[in-house]
């Protein structure tokens, strides 16, 4: 069996080539950050340590670097130390600190419409990023992720898979998980006496998810950013306009300068000849829209489509499963137990033949096993009135309409606990069936500026997200086909809850709002992730994919990290 391991130990600075790696004694690969330092001297700075705190930098300083990456997370991170590798002077900025603080989250505050979440508590604005908010759940972008669908509009990707999956090997050693890891060589090494769900494979087919420990990219490599002698990160560090060149010798479609605030009220500049956004799919597009340098639509906005096509994964439970023999399959499905045993894990996805007969988006469906004695609902009430978010008033109000039966389910959940934690998997009640769904690009699901102001003095995001027909019709599709499926084969039994209008959950998965296409009239970025008509502006993340995935878009965000990484370290704007 491939089983849980501890991270390794070994994280060495000052990455060479961050995309290679190499076996930990426990069979692991580690992050190989570290092979020596940049082969040739860089103009700019060269310390030992280039982690600052931005409110020591004096207002009015100007700060001159050949690359500004804006945004410490996952694909910051990535994209700069591998610039830093390949000798480039590189500043990232952090708007946040090393830690959480509620100054910083009170800067993702923001309007919401036609959903039940808060964008503005989902997220993480420190060092690292959605990193500490992940739950380390990977699937690599496939081919029918890519595909145009004539019953999907504005469905597809405008380069090549190869384009991208050329980078699955460093994206893997970034997120900690195994590179060559196929679904194949996962049922080999299965548990003795498990076995995929036998489904009809027109119908569904077994996914294959790596699960990272997950990987806290603010802490994991803090030591190679501050090592990186050619790389500079500033904390509390907030750019809030980006400025086009001006003068009679400059060229005013490229941006000079980023002005950037401080908590401590400080402003400074940092001029670079080329700037990359990777601050997410909600602050991406909000930064451009608050870019007035070419206009009031804002920067990249010659056709109104900066923060149009705005996505999520809608996340449904409806039901349960009572399988025949849980044993047998809940290693392999159980997301509580696999997040906490396992490298691997598998969830049931539609088959792209069948959706494609049926005119349907992909829809994939997980598993989570409820326990003897356990009381979910009761459990994740407790859970969430101890949390930060818009479910923690419901979660207080509901708890103190039912006070008795909650304090009353504190130690039977408590117990299930222990089950769960114990692996007793006979003890298991029935399962809980959560799905995702492919999110259909709309246009008028956008990031726009509200009226409102945050302490800077930049308007803040306002973002739609409402769920189409065709996403819900597709959710309840797959219910139905996996019931009659499981039921149909002995397998078990279910029950569905499908209401008319399902109670739909957020993953936060914030995606298209910047999207990629090569015609300015279709996206915001070209293949290369440029803005169109922005020679030296680029954006990098989960806001340039045209559409969305089924599954998870971590590892996606770090290969096209990595890949406009590639291009920057050959290419001086």
């Known amino acids: 069996m491939i089983s849980r391991r501890t ?10 080539l961050i995309i290679t790696g190499r076996a930990s004694p426990m069979g692991r690969r580690q992050p190989v950050v570290g092979a020596g330092r940049p082969a040739s001297p860089c103009t700019g700075w060269n310390t030992a340590a280039m982690i600052e705190d931005a409110r020591s930098v004096g207002s009015g300083e100007l700060i001159a670097t050949d690359i500004c990456v804006v945004g410490a997370g996952i694909a910051g991170i990535a994209l700069a130390l591998q610039l830093a590798a390949a000798g480039r002077t590189v500043v990232l900025l952090e708007g946040g600190g090393a830690r959480r603080s509620a100054f910083s989250d009170s800067l993702y505050r923001c309007k919401v419409e036609g959903v039940i979440d808060d964008y503005g508590f989902s997220r993480s604005r420190y060092l690292g990023g959605s990193s500490n908010c992940w739950t380390g759940w990977c699937q690599p972008i496939s081919r029918a992720d890519m595909a145009v669908r004539d019953w999907v509009p504005n469905s597809g990707w405008p380069i090549a898979y190869e384009e991208i999956v050329r980078y699955a090997r460093g994206a893997a050693n970034l997120l900690e998980v195994a590179p060559d890891m196929t679904l194949e060589s996962c049922l080999e090494n299965a548990p003795p006496g498990t076995a995929p769900l036998p489904l009809a494979p027109e119908i569904f087919r077994p ?11 603010g802490l994991i490599y803090r030591d190679a950013l501050r090592r990186a ?34 908590p401590s009220g400080s402003v400074f500049r940092i001029q670079a000849r080329q700037f990359v956004l990777a601050a997410g799919g909600i602050e991406n597009p909000r930064l451009l829209l608050a870019s007035k340098g070419h206009g009031p639509a804002g920067l990249g906005n010659a056709h109104d489509l900066v923060g149009r096509y705005f996505m999520d994964h809608a996340r449904v439970r409806s039901g349960t499963l009572v399988l025949e023999d849980p044993d047998r399959f809940s290693r392999l499905y159980d997301g509580s137990y696999f997040r906490a045993h396992a490298e691997f894990g598998l969830s049931v996805t539609l088959a792209e033949a069948y959706a494609a007969r049926q005119k349907l988006l992909p829809s994939q469906i997980g598993l989570r096993a409820v326990f003897r004695g356990e009381d979910t609902v009761r459990a994740v ?8 978010g818009p479910a923690n008033a419901k979660a207080r109000a509901a708890i103190a309409a039912d006070p008795f039966r909650t304090a009353g389910s504190v130690f039977p959940n408590a117990l299930a606990y222990g ?24 246009p008028e699901n956008r990031v726009t500026l509200d009226d409102e102001h945050d302490d800077f003095g930049m308007p803040r995001a306002k973002v739609r997200w409402s769920v189409g027909v065709l996403e ?14 499981v039921e149909r084969r002995g397998l078990g039994r279910a029950t569905l809850d499908l209401p008319e209008d399902h109670v739909i959950l957020s993953t936060s998965h914030h995606m298209g709002s910047t999207r990629m296409d090569p015609d300015p009239t279709r996206g915001v970025v070209d293949t290369d992730g440029a803005v169109h008509g922005i ?6 993340g989960s806001s340039v994919f045209p559409t969305g995935l089924v599954g998870p878009p971590t590892m996606t965000i770090c290969m096209l990290a990595l890949r406009l990484a590639d291009r920057l370290a050959t290419t001086r704007a």
């Open 419 to 442: 089950f769960r934690k114990a692996s007793l998997r006979r003890l298991i009640r029935h399962f809980v069936m959560e799905s995702v769904v492919e999110p259909e690009p709309d």
């Open 535 to 540: 020679p030296n502006l680029f954006v990098t």
């Open 381 to 388: 009430r407790i859970r969430d009135a101890f949390r930060l």
């Open 7 to 16: 991270r390794g130990e070994t994280h060495n600075p000052c990455c060479r």
């Open 229 to 262: 002698e050619t790389l500079r990160l500033l904390l509390h560090a907030t750019a809030t306009e980006l400025v086009p060149a001006s003068g009679p010798l400059a060229d005013p479609r490229r941006i000079d300068h980023a002005v950037v605030r401080t």
């Open 472 to 485: 819900r019709r597709s959710l309840n599709h797959a219910f139905v086909l996996l019931k009659d499926e």
């Open 207 to 217: 996914t294959l998810s790596l699960i990272s420990p997950p990987t806290r990219f």
